[in-house]
């Protein structure tokens, strides 16, 4: 796609996205995700920022093959 349909299909100005290529000028998080939103690539910024799911402590030991240790009072 080139930067001019982009501009089109996304409502973002050709000069932005000009300017966000080169590197010469920064990109706000709303245009970013509009930008990959209109290029059918939203999930890089899903994969980039959702954190997995917690894993138990207790399975987190069993992963990495450690015994527990009970404290005791």
Do not use: D, H
Not at 4 to 30: D, N, P, Y
Not at 42 to 61: A, D, G, K, T, V
């Amino acid at each position: 796609m080139t930067q001019r349909e982009l501009s089109e299909k996304s409502g973002v100005a050709l000069m932005s996205i000009s300017g966000f290529e080169s590197g010469r000028t920064s990109v706000s998080l709303t245009t970013l995700i509009q930008l990959l939103r209109t290029m059918n690539k939203l999930e890089l910024i899903e994969n980039s920022f959702l954190q997995p799911e917690p894993i138990s402590p207790r399975l987190l030991f069993k992963i990495e093959n450690k015994k527990r240790i009970r404290v005791r009072k």
